[in-house]
């Protein structure tokens, strides 16, 4: 064998792409038999506005039809929908959805309606530097300063568990500079995660 794959994971949701781009596309709902983690299955209607794929997973962004207008789309993760059938409902257009700015500060598929994305300042060790500066964070990642032994980066992003993960995945070799309150959320972390080692 001269090419390998990642490994795929037993189930992406990818048996429910065709049927949600078709509700997307043909801008009709779709009813849903949904089980969130931890959770009892629940019937949805839904009219999904988008499809992501992210970690190997497929997502769909979309309006929930029993949720009040304003509390904006959600995210659902396609490999939890048990069922999916055609509904005879009227598809609901949200104006205010962007496609392309949706995820826009979203490190993955964490995102959060209403709030602000915060200005992230990091500042990681020479060991990482190739591997930082090759591989953006975030789209909106820059370079403040570079030197042999450490480079300092911005990017701006929602505060999300995403985030965190990302940061503490980077160990030794990386230290938050700012905001404030991210340093403290990451170093209250690494305290936990020392009383349990």
């Not at 049927?19 to 969130?36: D, G, L, M, N, W």
Request: charged letters at 20%; one cysteine or more; glycine letters at 4%.
């Amino acid at each position: 064998m001269i090419i390998q794959i990642g490994e795929m994971i037993d189930n992406t949701g990818q048996e429910w792409i065709e049927a949600v781009y078709q509700s997307i596309t043909q801008q009709e709902p779709i009813r849903i038999f949904y089980k969130p983690y931890g959770k009892e299955s629940r019937e949805m209607v839904v009219s999904p506005y988008l499809l992501k794929e992210y970690r190997n997973i497929w997502y769909m962004v979309c309006y929930d039809h029993s949720m009040p207008a304003d509390n904006g789309p959600k995210i659902l993760k396609l490999n939890r929908i048990q069922k999916l059938e055609t509904v005879n409902e009227a598809y609901i257009v949200d104006n205010t959805f962007n496609g392309e700015d949706y995820f826009k500060y979203t490190l993955g598929v964490f995102h959060q309606s209403g709030s602000e994305p915060i200005e992230v300042t990091l500042q990681i060790s020479h060991q990482l530097i190739e591997l930082v500066a090759e591989n953006k964070i975030h789209p909106s990642m820059e370079i403040l300063e570079k030197n042999a032994d450490n480079m300092t980066i911005t990017f701006t992003v929602y505060n999300t568990p995403e985030l965190k993960a990302r940061i503490l995945s980077y160990g030794a070799q990386a230290r938050v500079l700012a905001p404030e309150t991210l340093q403290q959320s990451i170093a209250a972390e690494i305290a936990r995660m020392k009383e349990i080692y």
